[in-house]
């Protein structure tokens, strides 16, 4: 399935800013997490300084004072905690945070910083909370002038950390998701702006078809008036293509028509020849008519249905005026609410409603109906066109002919004048349309004919 070019490029547009958004917030992320590391290791190293600044060693030992540098020291599971060390890893001082419970040991080379980041404390005392801690072994002179090695110990809840870095986390998140909507947003009006002069082509190219307009307007961005200005070109040679049909055809059928004239006078005394030249002039006549038969144009200027169907009206009440036919006529409202329109060749009308008119004022005895009106599918979206409905109280036309009087030559009454090509014509043009013609019977008595001409 074919989606728009705006669904499209509101596809691309969101990939790409899942994409680059997404890799901002993890970069970010991740570089809020090694600032966060970085600070942690700088802080326990202060702690470590800090620590180092209340110690003093004498002949009886480690000596802490009691004014800690962070009074978390003091305080009971406060999530900092601290343990001093001598050689061999006797505990020398334990802060009060502790309550007790011991710290994993580890020794290194003196004045080597250790980091852990994970350390794990001992699931009895501390129902593994994650710690944070740094370690430093240094020697230590004391008074009598020897040297004693210590390992100082600072260790940190993580959990802080941890929170912290959530928190981040979904503010990041969140408001890189509230700008990826406004972008989207943005992007959607601007691609609406954007594309809006093809849609302008496109409504204007759908009212040149259906004859609205004659032609694009000129004021499109510069982009797209190479294209405009093509499609003018391409309407304009389309009308004037047709028109040369038209005259030359015309032209064709005037230059035919008086030769055969001609020899029908020199033959007048040879009925045979005549009646082939009435054949030669019958088959002229139906494929010139097939020949100029428009069909449905995209470009063609409506005509409005009544003010022609007057005119052959007009035309016909003189030809047989003899014969006080009484024509009723009747046109309904297009289904906009302006005056019925046929979307096709002005000629296609005329031809279409002077056969059949004619061929009912032939066959009635003295009343004529005509009805137009808007043809309506059965579906409520189906397309709307032109229906047209000629009744005659004539003798009407045969079941079984019916099928017959449509085909060039065939006529249902034998006593009436003419060639029998008038309903085959219309069969033509009608089918040109894509329309449909029906006979039936008319309550007045004769032949009622149907035709439906959809709108596109």
Known sequence: MNSSLRNRLLIAAGAILAFFLGAAGVILERAFQESVEENIYSALQSRLFGLMAVIEINA????VSDVLPDSRYNQMDSGLYSE???????????????????????SSLPGDFRYYDDLMADNSNFNQIQLVAMGLDIDWEIE??????????????HAPYDEQISAYRRSLWFWLGGLAIALLLMQGLLLFWALNPLRRLASELGQVESGALRALNSNYPKELLPLSDRINRFIDHEAHQREHQKNVLGDLAHSLKTPLAVMRGMLNERAEANKQLDAMQDIIDYQLQRASTMGRRMFAEPVEVMPKLDSIVRSLTKVYA????????????????KS????????????????????????CNSIVQVSAGALVGDAEEAPRGLQLVIEDDGSGIPTNQRHKVMQRGIRADSRTSGHGIGLATVSVIVAGYGGTVEISDSHLGGAKVVVGLPAE
């Not at 001093?84 to 580890?106: D, H, K, N, V, Y």
């Not at 009598?144 to 809840?157: P, Y």
């Not at 003899?322 to 609410?337: K, Q, Y």
């Open 60 to 63: 009886d030992g480690v000596l």
């Open 340 to 363: 019925l329109r046929f979307f096709g060749d002005k000629g296609d009308l005329l031809e279409i409603l002077g056969n059949l008119l004619d061929n009912a004022c032939k066959h």
């Open 84 to 106: 001093i060390r001598g050689r061999g890893g006797s505990l020398e001082w334990r802060s009060p945070s502790l309550g007790g419970r011991a710290l994993p040991f580890f």
């Open 144 to 157: 009598s002038g020897g040297i004693t090695t210590l390992s100082l110990l600072v260790a940190e809840d």
């Open 322 to 337: 003899g014969c006080s036919i009484d024509f009723r006529t009747n046109a309904a409202e297009g289904p906009d609410g």
